[in-house]
């Protein structure tokens, strides 16, 4: 039986900072569903990074500036709405809006239009390499992908849903995003997961922010300088770490 590593969303899934900028991608369709799409100025589409977002949706302008950084260092990058144009941010601050009865049917219909939308996209971009990363409600999409030999590389920030199973069956290679304080991914199950990674030698790679919460990676606050250089830094990682396996990866 399988042990629960991160669990479901909590409270701090709700809290952000509206990030300031303009996004420069475009709205298309795989396999019936909306993908935000942002390409490298050159236009060079073999390199192509799968995006799972949180609850906020790849719709979200953080989510989307998140993105651009990436298509401007070299990569084509797709992040599919499995919310079918819905965000929570669309309901924070409503009164009496049950933030978990919002969130279930979203968990149960995502994998189904999670399959085929990555299979029209590996149609679209055959001969590309793929990469892939989510953050929080993301992060089991990206652990499914890597438990299989086609993508080079994934990472995750601040997951939830996640057991044991998942980093059991690792494939390719994972980089952690991880915040010190985490209720979905607490410090115990943070260890109990990097056991499992060392124990089945699997290829990882670990940064921990500390004083930093869950949500980082695309909700932090930039006028807190410490916030805003975790935000950063984890873009830069995720950056790097698929560009070193882009090289050297099979």
């Not at 890597?146 to 059991?168: C, I, M, N, R």
């Amino acid at each position: 039986m399988s042990s629960v590593l991160a669990g479901p969303p909590t409270e701090c899934c709700l809290r952000t900072v509206h990030h300031t900028g303009e996004a420069r991608g475009t709205i298309e369709e795989y396999a019936g569903v909306k993908t935000y799409a942002t390409r490298p100025p050159s236009g060079d589409a073999s390199k192509v990074i799968l995006y799972f977002s949180d609850l906020f949706g790849p719709m979200y302008i953080n989510a989307q500036l998140c993105m651009d950084y990436w298509a401007s260092n070299g990569y084509t990058v797709l992040g599919i709405d499995y919310f079918e144009g819905e965000s929570i941010l669309q309901h924070l601050g409503n009164e009496g809006f049950d933030w978990r009865a919002w969130m279930e049917p979203y968990k149960e219909k995502a994998p189904k239009l999670v399959k085929p939308w990555i299979a029209e996209v590996r149609k679209a971009y055959e001969g590309a390499k793929f990469f892939c990363i989510g953050n929080c409600f993301g992060a089991p999409y990206v652990m499914e992908l890597l438990a299989e030999d086609w993508v080079t590389a994934g990472a995750f920030a601040h997951p939830s849903f996640l057991d044991d199973t998942h980093f059991k069956s690792l494939k390719r290679p994972l980089l952690l995003l991880c915040s010190e304080e985490d209720f979905s991914f607490s410090t115990e199950n943070r260890r109990r997961a990097v056991d499992i990674l060392i124990q089945d030698e699997k290829e990882y790679s670990l940064i921990l922010y500390g004083g930093i919460s869950h949500g980082f990676a695309t909700r932090g606050d930039p006028n807190i300088p410490n916030q805003r250089w975790a935000k950063e830094h984890a873009a830069l990682s995720a950056l790097n770490w698929f560009d070193h396996h882009a090289l050297y990866s099979a």
